[in-house]
């Protein structure tokens, strides 16, 4: 049996607009291990969110997806009807929000929410599905956990919020969690709290977790694998390593830039930028989206699409013309991380 | 440097919690009497833990929010004699969310020039320019001027919040997570910003951040936290090469620098989660603190002078903050 458990090829996403078409994200193609954590970054607004809500199958209605396999454990989840979703959704996969307030139920209290996923999901009882609310709500470090699970969404704060769904994605042990920067809200100890968490459950069950964050200490410390970003489609891959100490692409040289070290940047002092705005995907882009703010752009970069190249590394690959006259390898497949 | 801009005086507030239905109001107490001074010219950085009250003490120094027992001067007047008026042009606030913060409704040049509509400027000829100065000293094109917030990218809307913050010439900026809603290529357009105008302006801030790696960046100063009281503060280097108090060591030993080679760090802080409606006796650290002395559980430590500012933790002597105990 392999050890994928999952797959993405050539996911696009289209979002008709009054001014035409968005192609919010253009074929991406990523794949988790299980026990792997792969983070996703880049520039707000690239479709990070939306390659997520894709594969739990969660799109708003008007988005039509595309993908040529979307395979969870080996068996296809592409349109398999909202039923054997939703069986899956909460079981099997489940989902971190970036804003817990659209994923809380406003009507429900904290503890129908945490045991009722579990309770549809798997036989146990209602005594049972409690004592695992409490036992996660403790430990994602809700103080008072028994008597939190009968307050509403609304009563309380932004970072207790995230928390409950973080515990709210664990009820069921699933193979995979997606989470959509779980801990931007939060302080560092809680933070650092949260991820080692993450990695304990992770180890239990031997889950696949990916991990969006703009926060590149988070992702540093954690990813096994990277996947860079930028307008719709993926810039570049590989593992922490090689992004952190060997950045191929411009994007991500200038995002590694923007970033103050403590004891590395000199304090006070002018840290890089990318100059530009990120742009629209309504439409098609001949050639390299990030072109416009590229200091190293050549003619021959906004004529025809840029391919995914390989690099010398297995895993490794990157969008960008430069990068091809560097290793001098063939185009790899469209995206794959 | 020796100048005050902003004096706070054993400054405590309170809010009064339901229970529920029947059972009597609790209260909670979010700050809990804060000494503070910040001088002019200099970046004051407030840390900690999400809830320990960072924001309920921002509102109180920006006159938003009275204090329930303490005195605030600002620019050596007391500022419960103060007018909102002439509060709001001493010292002006930069929120977290550019995308909340600014009316949709209305031009990107009537934000800016909303203060000095407020404020009654006797000059309205003289308002578009003075604008499109402070437009162009943040780093906003001059055509966006009748532009609407939804036009503008993350970015450009929170250099209207500075420009808006900015065009009374204030003396004092208040920055609340100012950057955390950004992304990082925009948060360092900011940063830098920030940088100059402080320069150019002779500004002087309070920045609260929970991104450490930008605290470190940015400020001289560095005032820590904790459930209502700030419990380390001093220079930053100082704060930031001998850490004093055992929570300022759990929050920078829990920075996340992007370096792969390492694995995220353990806090050592334990589960025991504060509840600020039921503080633990003593000093408040106690239940979480790995250096914990007997006394710690029942007397809660006075603030000891350190040699740029103090901690509050029985840890030390009373005489120029040494270690009481050498572990
Ligand atoms: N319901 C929607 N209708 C129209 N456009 C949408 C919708 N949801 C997202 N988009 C657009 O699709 C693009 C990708 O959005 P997405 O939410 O995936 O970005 P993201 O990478 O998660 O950004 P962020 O870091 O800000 O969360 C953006 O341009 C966004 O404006
Ligand atoms: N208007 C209010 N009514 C009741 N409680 C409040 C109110 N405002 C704040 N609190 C409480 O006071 C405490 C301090 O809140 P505050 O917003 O100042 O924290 P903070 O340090 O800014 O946190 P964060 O880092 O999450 O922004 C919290 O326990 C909060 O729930
Ligand atoms: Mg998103
Ligand atoms: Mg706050």
């Not at chain 1, 894709?54 to 068996?75: F, Y």
């Not at chain 2, 003396?171 to 830098?192: F, G, H, K, M, Y």
């Not at chain 2, 850490?243 to 694995?263: F, I, K, M, Q």
């Amino acid at each position: 049996m392999s050890n994928k458990i999952l797959e993405v090829q050539d996911l696009t996403i289209d979002i008709p607009t009054p001014s035409g078409t968005l192609h919010a994200v253009q074929s991406v193609s990523i794949h988790v291990d299980r026990g792997e954590t792969l983070c996703i970054v880049g520039e707000s607004g690239c479709g990070k969110s939306l390659t997520s809500l894709a594969i739990m199958d969660l799109l708003p209605r008007k988005a039509v997806r595309k993908a040529t396999r979307l395979e969870l454990a080996g068996e296809s989840v592409f349109d398999i009807g909202e039923r054997r979703m939703s069986d899956i959704r909460g079981d099997r996969m489940s989902m971190i929000f970036q804003e817990p307030m659209t994923s809380l139920n406003p009507a429900y209290t904290i503890g129908d929410q945490l045991t009722e996923a579990l309770r549809r999901h798997k036989k146990v009882s209602r005594r049972e599905a409690r004592d695992r609310a409490v036992f996660l709500l403790e430990k994602v470090g809700i103080t008072a956990a028994a008597s939190r699970l009968g307050q509403y969404p609304h009563q309380l704060s932004g970072g207790l919020r995230q928390r409950v769904m973080i515990a709210m994605a664990l009820m069921c042990g699933p193979d995979l969690i997606i989470a959509d920067e779980p801990t931007t809200a939060l302080d560092v100890t809680i933070q650092a709290q949260i991820l080692h968490l993450l990695a304990e459950l992770q180890r239990e069950f031997n889950m696949g977790l990916i991990l969006i964050t703009h926060d590149l200490g988070v992702v540093a410390r954690i990813a096994d694998r990277v996947a860079v970003m930028y307008a719709g489609q993926i810039v570049e891959t590989g593992t922490a390593k090689q992004i952190f100490k060997n950045p191929a692409h411009p994007y991500t040289r200038g995002l590694l830039a923007c970033i103050p070290i403590p004891g590395q940047t000199a304090r006070g002092a002018h840290l890089g930028a990318i100059p530009g705005i990120v742009p629209s995907l309504v439409g098609r882009m001949p050639g390299c989206h990030f072109a416009s703010r590229c200091s190293e752009v050549r003619d021959n970069c906004t004529t025809a699409p840029i391919p995914q190249f390989e690099g010398a590394e297995p895993g490794r690959s990157v969008r960008c013309l430069l990068a091809d006259e560097a290793t001098g390898r063939e185009p790899a497949r469209e995206g794959a991380a | 440097m020796n100048e005050v801009v902003l004096d706070a005086r054993d400054i405590s507030r309170s809010f009064m919690i339901s229970q529920g239905f029947m059972r009597a109001k609790r209260p909670l107490h979010a700050v809990n009497g804060v000494n503070l001074k910040l001088h002019r010219g200099e970046v004051l950085a407030l840390v900690g833990e999400s809830g320990c009250g960072k924001t309920t003490l921002a509102k109180m120094l920006l006159g938003l929010l009275p204090p329930s027992a303490g005195t605030l001067e600002l620019d050596g007047q007391p500022l419960a004699s103060l007018s909102h008026l002439e509060v709001a042009r001493i010292v002006q606030p930069i929120f977290q969310d550019p995308y909340s913060s600014l009316n949709p409704r209305k031009s990107i040049g009537s934000i800016i020039t909303l203060p000095l509509q407020v404020q009654g400027d006797k000059d309205p000829a003289s308002w578009r320019q003075r604008a499109e100065e402070i437009m162009e000293l943040v780093g906003l094109p001059r055509r966006v001027y009748n532009n609407f917030p939804s036009q503008l990218s993350g970015g450009q809307r929170q250099r209207v919040a500075i420009a808006r913050a900015l065009i009374n010439r204030p003396r004092v900026v208040i920055c609340d997570e100012p950057t955390s809603a950004l992304d990082v290529s925009v948060q360092s357009q900011i940063l830098n910003l920030l940088q100059d105008l402080r320069q150019e302006l002779g500004l002087t801030y309070l920045m609260i951040s929970h991104n450490l790696a930008v605290v470190e960046h940015m400020a001289t100063r560095i005032a820590v936290m904790y459930l209502g009281r700030i419990v380390e503060e001093g220079e930053a280097e100082s704060v930031y090469n001998s850490p004093r108090h055992p929570y300022t060591e759990a929050l920078l030993g829990s920075v996340l620098t992007p370096d792969p080679s390492l694995g995220v760090p353990d806090t050592h802080l334990g589960a025991a989660y504060p509840n600020p409606l039921d503080m633990p006796s003593g000093c408040s650290f106690h239940p979480r603190c790995t250096k914990m002395l007997p006394q710690c559980a029942q007397q809660a430590p006075s603030p000891i002078p350190t040699e740029s500012g103090h901690v509050e933790c029985s840890l030390y002597e009373e005489n120029k903050g040494k270690m009481r105990i050498t572990s």
